[in-house]
């Protein structure tokens, strides 16, 4: 069974720096592509970005140029750097790994406000 655990979440001010983790158990993060997704209060959730098996990544346009996604084999750990954080990027943080089925962790809060 996987497991996916996120941390790293918190209160910071505009334009300032966070970094995610998301810690697997159970599953490989090389094996499968990963993602990180988001939900804001009211709203839908929404993909921020993914990495691919392969280490490709993708980035929604949102976040393009400010998020960076990397993973850490020896950890078993997929990371999620932001920078120039926004008050719009205020949401709970997820990680899912493509598995068959979807693995998704419990999410950690980001809350960006001055």
């Known amino acids: 069974q996987v497991q996916l655990v996120e941390s790293g979440g918190g209160l910071v001010q505009p334009g300032g720096s966070l970094r995610l983790s998301c810690v697997a158990s159970g599953s490989s993060v090389s094996t499968y592509g990963m993602g990180w997704y988001r939900q804001a209060p009211g709203k839908q959730r929404e993909i921020v970005g993914t990495?691919?098996?392969?280490?490709?990544?993708w980035y929604a346009d949102s976040v393009k140029g400010r998020f960076t996604i990397s993973r850490d084999n020896a950890k078993n750990t997929v990371n999620l750097q932001m920078n120039s954080l926004k008050f719009e990027d205020t949401a709970v943080y997820y990680c899912a790994q493509y598995s068959r089925p979807w693995s998704w962790g419990q999410g950690t809060q980001v809350t960006v406000s001055s």
């Open positions: 990495i691919s098996s392969t280490g490709t990544t």
